[in-house]
C-alpha cells in the first residue's frame, strides 16, 4: 500500500473511530472494540487522540459502556488528560468505582481543575476521611470554597452552587468592571451575571452581561444594576430552587446565606441535572426500585428492590384475607372467581394512571390548595364516566360468556364502585402524603393498588353474595 493511501486509511479510521453514536444514540460497537483494542495494546497514542479529545457527555457513556477493568485501564492510560468533569455524567456506582482506584494524588490535581460544584459532587461521594485528605492537599482558596459547599446538606441549593463567581461593589463604573472581567485570572471561565455587593459580600444585585458591554464606561455599575429578587436560600431544596429557576427562565441565579450574603450562583446547567435526576427518582419510586442504577450489581439491586416487593407481599396478602371473607360464596358460584381480578385489575390501572398525573403535578407545583378541589372534582368525573363505560362492557362479556345477566348487573356495578375509588385514592393519597411531608411517589403505588384490590373484591363479592343470597 502506498503511503498516501496508508495516509487515507488512517484518516477514515479516525473519522470512523470519532462517530461515537449510531443513529439510535448507542455507541457504536466498532468504535468500543477499537478503544478496547487500544486499551489492551496500551495505545496511548490513540486514547489520547479520539478519546481525551471526546466531550465529557460521551466520555461519560464511554466509560458506562466498557468493562469494569477496561474503565481503570483507560483512566490509567489517559493519566492527567482524563477529564474529571466525565465522572459527573456516569451512575454513582460507576464513579464510586473509578475513584476508588485513582491515586489520591491523581485525584487532587483532577478535581483542582474544576468547577467547584463538578467537584463537589465528585467528593461528595466519598468518606469523610477520604474527602479530608483530599481537601487537605488543594490550595487554601480552594479547599475552603470546597468546603462551604460540602457543609450544606445534600439535595439543598448550597450544595448544587458553584461558588466560583463575579462580584464588584456597586461604586465601579463600568471601565472598571470590564478592565476587571479582562485582567483577573482567578475568575469563572465562563458567567451570565456579574453581581453586586456591599463590603459584607451582602447581595445588592446584579448585573448582565449585556447591560455591561452596552452601557458606557463612565457609567457606575450601581445605576444600571437590578435588585436580584430571585435569590435562592443556600438552605433551600434543590427541587425548589430548579423549580423557582424554570418558572422565571433564569440562566442563573445568586445563592445567598442567612444573611443575605452572597455564597454562589447555581446555572442552569445545574438546574437541567436535578430536574432530570428528580424525574427519574420520581419514576423509581413509583416503580419501587429505590436509588438503583443500571451499573449496580446483583446483590444491591436484590437488597434495593426486596424492601418494597415485601411491603407488596403484605398488601397482597390483606387483599386475599378480603377474598376468604367470601371463599364460601366463591364455592358456590365459580363465575366470580373467574371475573374478580377483571375488577380489581381495571382499578389498579386506572389509580396507577390518576396517580401518576398527579405525583407530577405536585413534583412541577401544578396542584396546589387552591386548584386541588377542582381536580378532585375532575377526576372524580374521570372515573365516574370510564366505569360507566367499562361497566357495560363488562357486563356484555359476563352475559356473553356466562349467559348470567344478573352477574353482567352485578360486576358493572362493582366497575363503577371501584373506577370511582381508584381515582379518588390516586390523587386524594398523594395528597395526603405531601401534606404530612413525605414524597408522594414513594409509597402512593403501593397503597393505591392496596386499595383498589380491596374496594375491587369487596364490593364484586359482596354485591354477588348479597345479589344472589349466597351469603
Known amino acids: 500500500m502506498s503511503e498516501e493511501a496508508e495516509d487515507t486509511a488512517a484518516e477514515n479510521t479516525a473519522a470512523e473511530a470519532t ?5 439510535d444514540g448507542v455507541i457504536r460497537s466498532e468504535y468500543l472494540a477499537r478503544v478496547g483494542a487500544a486499551i489492551a495494546d496500551r495505545d496511548i497514542l490513540f486514547l489520547k487522540e479520539q478519546v481525551a479529545s471526546l466531550h465529557e457527555s460521551e466520555l461519560g457513556d464511554l466509560l458506562e459502556s466498557l468493562q469494569s477493568e477496561q474503565r481503570r485501564a483507560l483512566v490509567g492510560l489517559l493519566g492527567e488528560d482524563f477529564d474529571f468533569t466525565a465522572l459527573t455524567e456516569v451512575d454513582e456506582s460507576v464513579r464510586r468505582e473509578i475513584v ?39 490550595p487554601f482558596t480552594e479547599r475552603v470554597r470546597l468546603r462551604r459547599s ?14 466560583e463567581f463575579v462580584a464588584v461593589p456597586p461604586f465601579w463604573s463600568v471601565g472598571q468592571t470590564i478592565d476587571y472581567l479582562r485582567e483577573d485570572e482567578n475568575l469563572p471561565f465562563s458567567f451570565a451575571q456579574v453581581f453586586v455587593v456591599d463590603p459584607t459580600f451582602r447581595l445588592l444585585g446584579a448585573i448582565d452581561l449585556d447591560s455591561i458591554l452596552r452601557s458606557r464606561r463612565e457609567v457606575r455599575v450601581e445605576d444600571i444594576m437590578h ?27 445568586a445563592v445567598v446565606d442567612e444573611n443575605n450574603r452572597l455564597v454562589g450562583v447555581l446555572t442552569i446547567d445545574d438546574v437541567l441535572d ?77 389509580g396507577t394512571q390518576t396517580l401518576t398525573v398527579t405525583v407530577r403535578a405536585l413534583a412541577t407545583r401544578d396542584l396546589d390548595i387552591y386548584n386541588a378541589a377542582r381536580i378532585i372534582r375532575r377526576e372524580t368525573w374521570i372515573g365516574l364516566i370510564n366505569g360507566l363505560l367499562f361497566a357495560v362492557l363488562v357486563a356484555i362479556m359476563a352475559f356473553v360468556w356466562f349467559g348470567n345477566a344478573q352477574l353482567g348487573l352485578v360486576i358493572a356495578i362493582a366497575m363503577v ?7 379518588l385514592a ?46
Open 150 to 163: 460540602l457543609d450544606y446538606p445534600e439535595e439543598t441549593a448550597g450544595r448544587r452552587m458553584q461558588t
Open 426 to 471: 390516586g390523587i386524594l393519597l398523594p395528597l395526603l402524603l405531601d401534606k404530612i411531608g413525605v414524597d408522594p411517589a414513594l409509597a402512593s403505588a403501593v397503597f393505591v393498588t392496596t386499595v383498589t384490590d380491596i374496594v375491587g373484591f369487596f364490593s364484586f363479592l359482596g354485591l354477588a353474595g348479597w345479589w344472589f343470597g349466597l351469603l
Open 19 to 23: 462517530d461515537l453514536y449510531d443513529d
Open 274 to 350: 436535578v430536574i432530570q435526576e428528580e424525574a427519574e427518582e420520581d419514576i423509581k419510586f413509583l416503580g419501587g426500585v429505590g436509588d438503583e442504577e443500571l451499573s449496580d450489581n446483583v446483590v444491591s439491586t436484590v437488597r434495593s428492590r426486596f424492601p418494597w416487593l415485601l411491603v407488596n407481599l403484605a398488601t397482597a396478602i390483606l387483599a386475599s384475607l378480603i377474598i376468604g371473607i367470601f371463599d364460601a360464596t366463591i364455592q358456590q358460584m365459580v363465575a366470580l372467581a373467574v371475573l374478580m381480578p377483571i375488577v380489581a385489575s381495571m382499578g389498579g390501572n386506572a
Open 417 to 423: 364502585i371501584n373506577m370511582v375509588s381508584a381515582a
Open 100 to 138: 476508588g482506584d485513582l491515586p489520591i494524588e491523581q485525584m487532587v490535581e483532577g478535581l483542582g481543575e474544576l468547577d467547584s460544584d463538578d467537584a463537589v459532587y465528585i467528593l461528595e461521594d466519598l468518606d469523610p476521611e477520604e474527602q479530608d485528605d483530599i481537601l487537605a492537599r488543594l
Open 227 to 253: 435588585e436580584t429578587s430571585r435569590s435562592i436560600p443556600a438552605l433551600m431544596d434543590q427541587e425548589d430552587a430548579a423549580q423557582l429557576m424554570s418558572q422565571y427562565d433564569l440562566l442563573s441565579a
